[in-house]
């Protein structure tokens, strides 16, 4: 049952929701440059800003991933293993649900973009794993690499580099 | 050996793999000015960091835009270590008040010192000329 979900359509709607919930909380932080007592003492601009700038970053990041997914699947829908395409798309929604509970938990802080809990990255980086795993499985099927296919193995390897970077503590 | 395409995109990640971790490995530090107490001053970025300041606030223009830039407020007329203190404890119209420690409110001024003396970051001296150069009046 599993083989027959659409998953290329089902991360991108996981992402559209992402990019709805980032322009409610866009909206709702704009309004406090007209009223800057707005939610001043409960959720405050300082988590207002970070949930709506990291639920956008989410939601391109996830476009793209989806983009990805449903080429994969238009290339050879059964190269890639459906199990851990799901595994994927479960750890990325663990991780961008715990991240919210934390902004609104007040559980956050760091550097500009990227301020939740260091716990949810773990779960993101499996993820990413997985992704390059099943992107592998696919692309090393094809003899002759399109330009696109080139593209995409950069794109997955080097968020990995700028995401481990992240974490990365001269201290 | 043939060189085929893979070969050259191994090559390419590994070299900016090196190069970005020797970056961190041999970091490029501004020499601090003697009355800087550097540790200190570390310790008040964590601090800046750990409240998410730049969620409101800039420094050299970057960050929020809901408070002021902070890179010179150290200096800045009528301000000053007290004026800043007072501020982040009781907060005002647009900024909830923060129960900073001794500690922290400490290092964080030192923070404020050293970023101050790092140079001006008043837009009203930069000129924006029309290919994206930005200079000093």
Not at chain 1, 45 to 54: I, K
Not at chain 2, 73 to 80: D, E, F, L, V
Request: include cysteine; charge should be positive.
């Amino acid at each position: 049952m599993i083989k027959q979900i659409n998953f290329g359509k089902l991360f991108f709607a996981f992402a559209l929701l992402l990019l709805l919930a980032g322009i409610v909380f866009g909206l709702l932080a704009s309004y406090v440059y007209i009223n800057p007592k707005f939610l001043k003492d409960s959720l405050g601009f300082s988590a207002l800003r970070p949930l709506h700038v990291s639920l956008v970053v989410f939601w391109i990041i996830l476009g793209a991933t989806a983009s990805v997914i449903s080429g994969m699947q238009l290339i050879n829908p059964n190269a890639f293993s459906s199990k851990t395409v799901a595994l994927q798309l479960a750890l990325w929604m663990i991780a961008i649900i715990g991240i919210v509970i934390g902004y609104f938990n007040q559980e956050f802080g760091g550097r500009e973009y990227w301020e939740f809990n260091p716990i949810w990255a773990l779960p993101i980086a499996i993820s990413w794993l997985l992704f390059l795993y099943n992107f592998l499985k696919t692309a090393l099927k094809i003899k002759n690499w399109p330009v696109y296919i080139w593209m995409w193995m950069t794109g997955i390897i080097f968020f990995l580099f700028t995401f481990i970077e992240n974490y990365y503590d001269d201290k | 050996m043939k060189i085929k395409p893979i070969h050259i995109f191994i090559v390419l990640s590994l070299s900016f793999l090196i190069y970005s971790f020797s970056i961190y490995i041999h970091p490029i530090y501004a020499k601090p000015e003697a009355n800087i107490n550097i540790e200190k001053a570390i310790s008040g970025r964590l601090v800046w960091q750990k409240y998410n300041c730049q969620s409101c606030h800039q420094f050299y223009g970057l960050g929020g835009y809901l408070g002021t830039d902070l890179t010179n407020i150290y200096s800045a007329k009528n301000k000053g270590e007290a004026v800043i203190k007072a501020v982040i404890l009781t907060g005002n119209d647009a900024m909830p008040a923060y129960h900073l420690s001794e500690n922290e409110l400490t290092d964080l001024m030192e923070f404020f010192k050293q970023t101050n003396q790092s140079g001006r970051a008043d837009y009203n001296n930069f000129t924006i000329y029309n290919n994206g150069m930005i200079e000093r009046k």
